[in-house]
Structures are given as C-alpha cells and as structure tokens.
C-alpha cells in the first residue's frame, strides 16, 4: 500500500468516525402541548396544572430559549401566557427549544377510557334488585363499607350504564334500584355475594382482581418516593386495577424497572414529554 492510500484510508475512517460520534452525541429531542406561562417571580414554564385564578398561574420545568415578541398571547398584571406546541431538549428539569413554538394539536383522547361497565354478564332479564326492600341508599352504602373490611378488597363502584339516555338530573339517575355496585375481591370470590347479599338487594356484580386496594395504595406511596423529585402525578385506578404514575420524561428502562419491582402491568408510567419521531 502507498502511502497516498493509506493516507486516504485513515482519512475515511476519522470522517466515519467523526460522523457516527456526531450522530451519537445529538440530544433526543421531545415535544408537549400545552401551557407557557411566565409571571409571578418566574420565567418561561411548561405547565401541567394551570389554576383558573386572574390572572392564570402554574409552575413546571423552565423553557430555555423562549421569547414572547414571536408568539401570540395574552397579559395581564404582569403575567404572559397562552396555548402552544414546543419542542426541544430535556436534561432532566429544563426543556431547551431546538424549534420555534408553534399551534397546540387538538387534544388527543384519554390513554384509558373510563368504562364503568359492569364485567359480570348481564342476570336474565336485565339488571335488577333482587330485593328491592334491601335496594336502598342506607343499604348501599352499608354493603360497601362492609366490603371495605375485607382484607381482600379491591374496589367498588357504580355501573349506571344501562340508562344510557336519562337525564343525568333525573331523580331515577341515582335511584339505588337502577344502580350495579360493583365489587371488586382478590382470592377465592365463593361466598362473598352471599355475605355482600346479606345486606344489599340491588343488581351486584361481584369480579377478581391481581391486587387489593390495600395492596395498590402501597405500590403507590414506593412509586412516588422511587420516581422522587421526578414524579409529575400518580393515582390508583380501581377499574384497571393498576398505579398510574406521570413523569416529565418515561424511558423504557424506569418501566422495566418498575415492572421488576412491583410485577408486570401494576404500574403504568407515562411521560408529558413525548419523544419526537
């Protein structure tokens, strides 16, 4: 090999090189819809929770790069604010836009549905009070504070939605013979509609579930001090049975990690910031 060459070679492997070290080097970039608001002692915010106060107010991570004379918004005692789409780099507490702000897409729908249909199949005939003398407000709320004591209780709430069509202002709307209480029971379900059934004659279903109402108030309060100061908000979802817990950015590893922590599917994490495709 002359050394015309090899000195080319050498130079197509330091411009590979410098190329793939580029490529790895470059920030992933995120995007979120939503509120920027800047006042009360502070600059530039992403908000998550915006209070309807007058003028509005919130707080969340700084946005680097932001300037008010090139987007449109509103004022008001020394407060600016309004409605956009950003997109930038996240290194953990502050967003640094990488392109101008631009229009808000339309909100997409919900990640989960609240479906309060009841699971249990419908009795023949329809949902109905087996004993409407025990299908009463009292008694209603007597079976679910009895639920309640059981160490294996899970959930409970109130299928409504057979009237599809009555006015929600309808006094038959929250009449406790037209209501399915739902309870929710982990383990062995034999007997509890019979010890439910002493004290409630209104439609029941009675169904399983993985884990105790109990059991996802605990994985809620160790999710919330292991995501610690990154956590955004976490909740219990009695339907799907599971912790939903938000932070501003989710990566696949936290899931796997929580996954291995507190078993497949109990906690959902989710990220405000989504990563730009």
């Known amino acids: ?62 946005i680097v790069g932001w ?11 020394g407060v600016k604010w309004g409605e956009y789409r950003v997109v930038g780099t996240w290194d953990g507490t502050r967003l640094t836009l990488t392109e101008p702000p631009g229009a808000p897409a339309e909100a997409a729908a919900p990640a989960h549905e609240e479906d309060f249909t009841s699971p249990c199949p419908a009795p023949a005939g329809g949902w ?10 009292r008694a209603l709320d007597e079976a679910m504070a009895r639920a309640g004591t059981a160490e294996e209780f899970a959930g409970a709430w109130l299928d409504q939605s057979y009237m599809k069509g009555l006015p929600a202002e309808s006094p038959e709307a929250n009449d406790p013979r037209r209501l399915v209480l ?3 029971f982990t383990g062995d379900l034999s007997g509890r509609e019979a010890w439910i059934r002493e004290v409630w004659g209104g ?10 109402e109990s059991e996802l108030r605990a994985i809620q309060q160790e999710v919330e001090a292991e995501l610690g100061d990154g956590l955004v908000s976490a909740s219990s979802s009695v339907l799907r049975n599971q912790v939903e817990a938000q932070v501003w950015v989710a990566t696949d590893e936290q899931r796997r990690d929580l996954d291995a922590k507190h078993g497949a599917g109990a906690v959902v994490l989710d990220g405000v910031l989504k990563p730009v495709g």
């Open 128 to 137: 109905r009070p087996v004993d409407p003398a025990k299908a009463t407000q």
């Open 182 to 184: 739902n309870l929710k």
């Open 203 to 212: 439609a029941l279903c009675v169904s399983g579930a993985a884990r105790s």
């Open 67 to 77: 300037d008010w004379n090139k987007v449109d918004h509103e004022s008001q005692g």
């Open 1 to 62: 090999m002359n050394r015309r060459t090899a000195a080319f070679g050498l130079l197509t492997t330091l411009a590979l090189t410098g190329c793939g070290a580029s490529e790895a080097a470059s920030p992933p970039r995120y995007q979120a819809g939503g509120t920027v608001l800047e006042g009360g002692g502070h600059g530039p915010q992403l908000c998550m929770m915006v209070m309807e106060s007058s003028p509005p107010q919130c707080s969340g991570p700084d």
